[in-house]
């Protein structure tokens, strides 16, 4: 099996409304800016991976209208239906297998084209769920109602996310959402559905990101600091909310054990640097803390205390993460851009010192039932 | 913004999709019933014994044939319950209403629903379904839980 490297990556400036151009000409952008940061040219590529999601899109087949911005005409070209992380993982598998060299994952999302409301309702279950407006953001509410009764954990926890997520992001130049917040601010935002408020929700958003990645002999000819995949997963619960417990995030503590089994992590905790997750809503990165086995159910809250002061020896979103922006499909394909950035220190201005080993890790869907994972090191 | 956006032209569309599905012997029967008989269906897994509502043909969790179709609750437990503050295009009930996860006795999995905007639902209160009087076979043909009254925690 082939060993599989990040050599490239390029995201736009994530942004409400800004994008005036098509989604044609996003995407175009991010891939000559990703081609151009491994060095490479469309011709070097041997298979593109893209994803868009239909129904932000109005339209079936996401990105088959965009096949010559993708760089696919003629090329060996797929279109996955999920995260560009989830196309990421299948990319590596093409390398993997020895008969490709290269590959292109793009996915992106321009939402405010989509004026139709909250768009999870059309994602439902349409025989149980589509009949009472059930959607992410309520199945969301419900699974963190459940889990802070479980564990007897305070709101101020949950809000405390958003303030340190969104504190991170002001530092980050692709963010939408650059402004800091306070616990206040966050607390007195709306609460859209309870116990969910306001601030506590990503931010649906216009963008696209774009990764390369390359088989051993290719990345290494290219002589600079890679970013190997060592451990990917990707794991779905029940689609029927709550038919698999609720206060814990299962397929992203099964994911995340595939994972580390693959790059041979014992103790991710003491071993990792980096996670960068992509979520919905603040509650369900404390939960993602504990399936990935950084502390024990219900200790997500103290385990974030503990990121903050340094004595967990980990950090968490340092881009900000998908509460400062969230392009739909594309977030989860950021983040693995973001940890190849920072196990690289190429992050810039929000690179962590000494970073070596990120978990990349995006959790969709209804109460989280779907995760991706990839581990990147040095 | 608004000075940039009306440099480029902005197409404006809309599109109306209409759909007539199916409901078939497991999910059809599910809503056949509570449209006929007021009753609230399950599937029990041939092999690993659970009692999935609401129900399908197969087992999801070791993908295994169903033993048998039965009814479950009517009375449920509140899993977890979540305020719905505004409605909306065909909201299931007046805002502002509650949404619960219920799990009708009897049943290993929960269904979703509606219930009033009522104090005394909570995590573990026990409810029972009201049903409409017009009833078309729909999910919306119970027209929400409510907490029972024969208990007494409720």
Same mark, same amino acid.
């Given at each position: 099996m082939e060993n599989v490297a990040v050599v490239g990556w390029a995201q736009s400036d994530h942004r409400d409304t800004s994008t005036l151009d098509t989604r044609h000409s996003l995407v175009y952008k991010v891939i000559t800016e990703a081609l151009a940061s491994a060095g490479l #040219? /469309?011709? &070097? /590529?041997d298979i593109v991976f893209s994803t868009g999601s239909d129904v932000v899109d109005g339209g079936c087949i996401s990105g088959c209208d965009m096949v010559g911005a993708l760089g696919g005409h003629f090329r060996e070209e797929s279109r996955i239906a999920g995260d560009g992380l989830h196309a990421a993982m299948l990319a590596q598998m093409r390398i993997s297998s020895g008969f490709y060299n290269t590959a292109l994952i793009v996915a992106y999302s321009k939402n405010s084209e989509n004026m139709s409301g909250r768009k999870g309702r059309k994602m439902s279950d349409p025989f149980f769920h589509r009949p009472l407006g059930i959607d992410e953001l309520v199945v969301g509410a419900m699974q963190e109602r459940a889990y802070l009764h479980r564990y007897k954990i305070a709101p101020e926890e949950v809000a405390g996310v958003a303030v340190r997520n969104r504190k991170l992001g002001a530092g980050n130049p692709h963010a939408r959402l650059r402004d800091p917040v306070t616990l206040k601010d966050v607390l007195s935002s709306p609460e859209i559905m309870s116990p969910i408020r306001e601030m506590e929700a990503s931010p649906y958003s216009d963008g696209a990101c774009a990764v390369i990645l390359a088989e051993d002999r290719s990345a290494k000819s290219m002589g600079r600091k890679l970013a190997w995949i060592s451990g990917s997963a990707g794991i779905t619960a029940s689609f029927q909310p709550g038919s698999d417990v609720i206060t814990h995030a299962s397929s992203a503590g099964k994911a995340t054990r595939l994972a580390f089994a693959a790059a041979g992590i014992e103790d991710p905790s003491r071993e990792l640097d980096i996670i960068e997750a992509g979520y919905q809503y603040a509650y369900q990165e404390l939960m993602l803390y504990e399936a990935a086995g950084l502390c024990g159910p219900g200790e997500g809250p103290a385990f974030l205390r503990a990121v903050e002061d340094g004595s967990a020896g980990i950090e968490a979103n340092p881009s900000g993460g998908s509460l400062c922006d969230d392009p739909r499909l594309a977030t989860g394909l950021i983040r693995l851009a973001e940890a190849a950035a920072q196990v690289t220190g190429r992050a810039d201005e929000r690179q962590v010192p000494g970073a070596r080993k990120a978990l990349a890790l995006v959790a969709t869907g209804m109460g989280i039932q779907c995760t991706g994972c990839i581990v990147v090191e040095r | 913004m608004d000075k940039a956006r009306d440099q480029f032209i902005c197409l404006e569309q809309n599109m109306k999709l209409k759909f007539r599905r199916p409901t078939g012997g497991v999910v059809g029967l599910f809503l056949a019933a509570l449209r006929d008989e007021k009753k609230i269906i399950g599937s029990e897994c041939r092999n690993c014994g659970k009692v999935f509502v609401p129900p399908a043909s197969y087992c999801e969790r070791c993908s295994s044939d169903i033993s048998a179709l039965r009814e479950v609750g009517p009375r449920g437990i509140v899993i977890s319950w979540t305020l719905a503050p505004k409605g909306f295009d065909n #909201? $299931? %009930? &007046? %805002? $502002?209403f509650r949404y619960i996860m219920v799990r009708p006795m009897g049943a290993d999995t929960p269904l979703l629903h509606v219930s009033p905007d009522d104090e005394r639902i909570r995590i573990g209160t026990v409810v029972r379904p009201v049903f409409r009087e017009e009833r078309t076979g729909s999910i919306t043909d119970i027209k929400w839980f409510v907490p029972d009254d024969e208990d007494k925690r409720a």
């Open positions: #040219s /469309i011709q &070097d /590529i | #909201s $299931p %009930a &007046d %805002a $502002p």
